[in-house]
DNA sequence: CGGCGCTGGTTCATTATTTGAACCATTGGT
DNA sequence: ACCAATGGTTCAAATAATGAACCAGCGCCG
């Protein structure tokens, strides 16, 4: 591992429970010597990425990662765009929605919106970090990623979430090829109990899946009409957000008008 | 300079009208060895801070970005914040609103709203690269920070961008004065003529500008009603986001009820 | 008080990594 | 068939990263 992926794999330890890391703390956390973090961190200072506390001097991201994003959003604008989207989704559903990007080895969830409709829903963090195996999102990007990806992440072994998680690397190939089938993707309880997932993957300009789409809504609440809402809702939004960032499904991805 | 703040250093070639670069165009804007930013660039990549077109193998900005915003955003969040009081100031004043954060050496915009009032409008981009001297949020940030770092920007040589454009540091030290009199900052073609800008500081919580919010008028139109109208809407959206933010003004700011 | 345990920060000889000139393989244009 | 680009690779030499030990400061507790 070469210097600037041990300055950067130090930034991966900020989340959204924890914003603030002092010196000590990272030190343990990424279990290099203090010295080596605290010159990365000075680094990582200088360029912006990270700032530091007046008081406590703890480490916060900084202002570059904002400008980086932007600058991102203006050639690739998936947050953006991403945002009506999930708003019109949520409406139309009455549950809870985000978006979702694939990474290497986890999925991020970027950004989601609430409907106003029920008073229980299930509830979430931008920049949460999932697994791939567990989660319709990331079970809806495998589908549609290149195959030595999927053996990637396969040949780690899987957490088991919950009772209901697939943790047998051949139940998930069964699941990716029925998904491929109807080009949705959806899980129940596997992340979270009692949390019925449904997703749909958003294509790049490469017709790989990039991210995933998602609704997730109590399990209590998944009637038969509500998952053909729900199912067709995210057809259609899929579509559109694959659309407009630019991107286009393989040609073997199922129309919003089959079945 | 480390290996790492190079590697971060690449990352700064990316601009709005510059989303993609190739490896020979990298090695010449940087003017590295060519192995050298070859093996930086694949390190960011493995981390997801860039990633690569399919075809001419291009290098963009990867989706780690993204969720690093994200991070940031849960913990400080301006751009979210902004953007609600960014649009309002637009519809109050019928003129272009952006928000800027200071940096090291220069000043971003990171997010702008437009108003649909007149034809004629100032124009601009996210994540536009901006200096401190020659706009009226650089010089609102300045007049807000440290004594230390206000002399280190100044000590480099100041661009001209038009004719108008202050390159006396003392000069800038006069007008920073001023600034803090009224505690707001506003510019007439120092930085592109015919634009008449005007910006507040925005304050983080160790009562110091981070960064500014600010309002851009084609000049012909500021008449001295216009100009009252945009001054108290500034003083007000300022206060808010500063406020919004978790941030709060020094002892010695001027007060919105003043003057 | 005075020592303990923590914090962030620093030093410097040892070690491992980065560096860069030259190289190869492809591609597209003339 | 050539030339000039492109992205990618190699390996000895040079340079940068490393980490154990070390300060200094703070809050705590008996």
Redesign the interface.
């Given at each position: 591992m070469?210097?600037?992926?041990k300055?950067?794999?130090l930034?991966s330890f900020?989340?959204?429970d924890r914003?603030?890391i002092g010196l000590s703390d990272l030190t343990r956390l990424s279990g290099m010597n203090k010295a080596t973090v605290y010159?990365?961190m000075g680094?990582?200072q200088?360029?912006?990425?990270v700032e530091q506390g007046?008081n406590d001097r703890a480490y916060?991201?900084?202002?570059?990662?904002?400008?980086?994003?932007?600058?991102?959003?203006?050639?690739?604008p998936?947050?953006s765009v991403s945002r009506r989207i999930l708003r019109e989704l949520s409406e139309e559903t009455g549950e809870t929605t985000h978006v979702s990007?694939?990474?290497?080895t986890w999925v991020?969830t970027?950004?989601h919106a609430y409907s106003p409709r029920h008073a229980t829903k299930v509830t979430m963090?931008?920049?949460q970090t999932v697994t791939y195996h567990a989660t319709s999102s990331g079970l809806a990007i495998l589908a549609y990623a290149d195959p030595a990806f999927v053996e990637q992440v396969l040949s780690h072994p899987l957490k088991m979430h919950t009772s209901k998680t697939l943790v047998d690397p051949d139940e998930v190939r069964a699941k990716l090829a029925q998904i491929r089938e109807t080009g949705l993707s959806d899980t129940l309880g596997s992340f979270e109990l009692e949390v019925h997932s449904h997703a749909v993957p958003i294509f790049g300009a490469?017709h790989k899946a990039?991210?995933a789409l998602a609704v997730a809504a109590p399990a209590s609440r998944m009637s038969p009409d509500q998952k053909k809402t729900i199912q067709a809702a995210l057809r259609r939004a899929g579509a559109a957000l694959t659309h407009r960032i630019g991107g286009s499904p393989p040609a073997d991805y199922p129309q919003d008008t089959a079945r």
């Open positions: 070469g210097t600037v992926s300055a950067l794999s930034l900020f989340a959204p914003t603030e010159r990365l680094e990582l200088e360029s912006g990425f007046e916060r991201l900084g202002p570059q990662v904002l400008h980086l994003a932007a600058l991102r959003e203006a050639s690739t998936i947050l990007l694939g990474h290497e991020q970027l950004s963090d931008d920049a490469d990039l991210g």
